[in-house]
């Protein structure tokens, strides 16, 4: 099977300098020495194995704390035009930075459910050259994944798991496995043999995306004792979206005097306000508490299970095909590509 890696940067094929990591590494040898040695019939008990890789290296290499929307529609630009021809490849890998991997994935997820071929993006916490890297296993899982014949849409191979690719978030900066799906049970676990499990729906799809535009999104958490001026300092100018992570179930203090009005005040002029959680593992319920209700009447609405990378790209996801305000808020709601239960 012909699988196309998608080389965007990264500390996969990052190399010393006098002002810290940047990209530099030889990935196209390194890739070849990986793939040049023999191949177990059945590609080490996970699938079928790739037969042909191919490398599109993409201009520049990033380090991912630089990704903006346009960086993340270039992954996607680049897996459209090479997948047009019925000759193309049959899986896509992206190699990534793990910093936002997260994001990437969860933002190619919406803009590509159309597309029948697998893209599964990974990264490494160490560069490819070092000592007891993780770059190889990685990059070999992701591989793997791609060809599996067992997993579509966008996915993310890293440490022992493959997880869904809007489902997913970085839990640690030096661990191996550093990415949890807090909402969905992995989609398969490395072993001999590999772990498959039910991948969660897929979404209703959206149909002739719009491409990635920047966006005016605020990312706020409350705190113990912010007051309304603060909250209200914080959104002036006002965005066109705020996500406003709350505490629990998605719990703000609302006896706060004019916290509420704060809100309030930006939902009638428009700006979408979408209540996440703090908690790693959360599922928020606005009506469970006072606290969460008085955000309710402000014309807030619930984020759901979704992680704050599934929820800030599909937002603006959204914002790019051209909502805003009400709409947008009846909008983030909606199950796009499997992003929220
Ligand atoms: N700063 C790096 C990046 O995200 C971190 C990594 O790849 O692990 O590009």
Redesign the pocket.
Same mark, same amino acid.
């Given at each position: 099977m012909h699988v196309h890696v998608i080389y965007t @940067?990264?500390?996969?094929g990052?190399v010393d300098s006098p002002r810290g990591?940047v990209p530099g590494a030889d990935l196209e040898g390194w890739l070849t020495r990986l793939l040049d040695r023999p191949r177990t019939p059945g590609a080490s008990q996970g699938g079928p194995g790739p037969d042909d890789v191919t490398l599109t290296s993409l201009d520049p290499l990033?380090?991912?704390?630089n990704a903006t929307p346009a960086s993340w529609q270039q992954v996607i630009d680049t897996v459209r035009a090479l997948a047009a021809p019925s000759t193309g490849p049959a899986a896509f890998v992206v190699l990534?930075?793990?910093?936002?991997?997260a994001y990437t994935a969860a933002a190619a997820s919406y803009a590509l459910t159309d597309l029948p071929h697998p893209v599964v993006l990974t @990264?490494?916490?160490l560069p490819l050259g070092v000592l007891g890297s993780d770059a190889a296993g990685n990059v070999t899982g992701a591989l793997v994944a791609a060809t599996s014949g067992r997993v579509g849409g966008v996915s993310l191979f890293f440490g022992h798991r493959l997880l869904a690719g809007n489902r997913a978030t970085k839990t640690s900066s030096w661990a191996y496995d550093g990415f949890d799906s807090p909402a969905t049970p992995p989609l398969a676990r490395v072993g001999a043999p590999w772990r498959w499990y039910p991948a969660p729906p897929a979404g209703t799809g959206w149909p002739v995306p719009r491409p990635y535009a920047r966006a005016d999104v605020v990312v706020l958490d409350l705190v113990p004792g912010i007051t309304a001026r603060r909250l209200e300092a914080l959104l002036t100018p006002l965005p066109d979206a705020v996500v406003l992570r709350a505490f629990g179930v998605g719990n703000a203090p609302g006896a706060e005097p004019g916290l509420t009005r704060v809100v309030k005040e930006a939902v009638e002029a428009g700006t979408a306000v979408v209540v996440a959680s703090q908690c790693h593992e959360a599922r928020v319920r606005l009506g469970r508490y006072e606290t969460g209700e008085v955000l309710t009447r402000a014309g807030a609405v619930g984020a759901g299970d979704m992680t704050l990378e599934a929820l800030y790209t599909k937002i603006v996801f959204l914002l790019s095909q051209g909502l805003r305000g009400a709409g947008l808020s009846d909008a983030v709601g909606r199950d796009i590509a499997g992003e929220v239960t």
């Open positions: @940067g990264g500390t996969i990052m990591l990033i380090d991912s704390s990534h930075g793990t910093d936002t991997l @990264g490494s916490q």
